[in-house]
């Protein structure tokens, strides 16, 4: 008995020794072409998968896309956006985002919006929609910087806190992932929910699909490790006691 404790508490505390992750995988070869336009060469478009994961205190979105994003190959001009649905009380916005006129929305309501770019040096914006004044978005933090140390392999990160989104341990978001263009009013040429080509031109409209449909990806936010580790031990204490009773 002692021996089957010692293994469920090995097992928690492994889970706690590196930051919980999700990866969600996009089909890849799914941009519109022949054209015209044809965005088929355009793979540092193309959405191969986002890895999600977060601790105490922050989130962070890793999207691998299938070709270099670094300014040594001029495939730095795409944007890598998200669009959230927290699933709260509030209604959101459902028919565009804070970067319009790009056309891009999210039917459900769409409560927060990241919006990163790899050009320049990079950064990305966290945008939350305020209920209270319908067209409002608000961007309290400014920009932000993004990892770009895996941009020869097509991999932007960024980080936002999970306050900046309304995030306690334990909640739900749904969420899509969309890469565009540096035009304002380009669209989505890629997103996770779509395993065919979202647009076929620059500046068509792309709604996210529902959360009733099952369409969109889904994140639960997770304790820290630290905290794993310290209700894997709480469970072993609990367990001894119990045993020392028993016998």
Do not use: C
């Not at 320049?120 to 945008?127: A, I, R, T, Y």
């Not at 890629?190 to 979202?198: C, G």
């Amino acid at each position: 008995m002692y021996r089957i404790f010692a293994t469920v508490l090995s097992v928690v505390l492994m889970a706690g020794i590196s930051q919980a992750s999700t990866i969600y995988n996009d089909a890849t070869g799914d941009l519109a072409g022949p054209g015209p336009p044809d965005f088929t060469g355009f793979t540092h478009l193309d959405i191969a998968s986002v890895e999600v994961s977060n601790d105490a205190t922050d989130i962070t979105f890793s999207i691998t896309l299938v070709g270099d994003i670094s300014s040594a190959t001029g495939t730095d001009w795409g944007n890598y956006m998200i669009g959230i649905d927290s699933m709260s009380s509030d209604p959101g916005d459902p028919v565009g985002n804070p970067w319009g006129p790009r056309p891009i929305s999210m039917p459900d309501g769409m409560d927060y919006w990241i919006g990163s770019w790899v050009n320049g040096g990079g950064g990305h914006q966290v945008w939350n929609y305020n209920d209270t004044n319908p067209g409002n978005w608000s961007n309290p933090a400014g920009n932000e910087a993004v990892d770009l140390s895996g941009a020869s392999t097509g991999v932007v990160s960024f980080t936002a806190s999970l306050s900046e989104l309304g995030l306690s341990v334990g909640d739900m978001l749904w969420f899509d992932v969309y890469s565009s263009g540096s035009g304002g009013g380009d669209g989505a040429i890629d997103a996770l929910s779509s395993a065919t080509p979202s647009v076929t031109d620059w500046g068509n409209q792309y709604d996210s699909p529902s959360v009733a449909s099952g369409g969109l990806a889904k994140y639960t936010v997770v304790p820290e490790p630290a905290t794993l580790a310290m209700l894997g031990f709480a469970a072993l204490a609990l367990g001894l006691g119990w045993l020392r009773r028993w016998k």
